[in-house]
């Protein structure tokens, strides 16, 4: 069994053509691409690589190469933005830590003891009523006063008060144990 070598002309010939044809969508890719960004250097290099990309696609299908062009270029856009994003976020968060220095040592020291207490606190939970209990620990999930009271099926006015009570319990337990 043989199979057919491409001839190296036909290749080149090939890859001639397609670039042609992504080029001639050059202008349109920046404009969408600069709309998206904002900033021509990063449309530039999204539109530059999407070329690529598709030239040298082995499955290019050459009547649709300005539609897989746009996909091309806008999926890119936005992986740039997400990077962007993600890139200020930890740079926020490294110039947070950097800053934000307790009193007394480390941040790293501060997290570990305050994690701590969180657990020893949780472990102090068994001597709240059990409303209190349900109360409060929806509260450390993350749910709102309204969404308690829905959740557990009492009146908002419960669910605040359970909330407060717990609350003031497990501080008085706290300072307790932090003055001995």
Not at 114 to 131: D, I, K, N, S, V
Not at 136 to 159: C, D, P, V, W
Request: aromatic share 4%.
């Amino acid at each position: 069994m043989t199979h057919a070598l491409s001839h190296p002309c036909s290749e080149k010939e090939r890859l001639r053509r397609r670039w042609n044809l992504v080029l001639a969508e050059r202008e349109r890719l920046l404009r969408l691409a600069t709309s998206r960004l904002g900033r021509t250097t990063d449309a530039e290099d999204c539109v530059q690589e999407a070329m690529i990309r598709a030239v040298t696609f082995d499955a290019l299908d050459e009547s649709r190469v300005a539609a897989l062009l746009t996909t091309i270029t806008l999926r890119l856009c936005v992986d740039l933005q997400r990077g962007t994003q993600r890139d200020r976020r930890l740079a926020h968060r490294v110039q947070v830590l950097r800053t934000s220095r307790p009193e007394t040592g480390s941040e790293v020291e501060h997290r570990v003891c305050e994690r701590a207490a969180g657990a020893w606190l949780l472990t102090q939970m068994t001597g709240l009523g059990e409303r209190e209990r349900d109360v409060l620990l929806s509260r450390a999930r993350g749910l709102s006063t309204a969404e308690t009271a829905n959740a557990l099926e009492i009146t908002y006015k419960s669910a605040e008060s359970a909330f407060t009570r717990a609350r003031s319990r497990m501080r008085v337990l706290y300072h307790e144990e932090m003055a001995r």
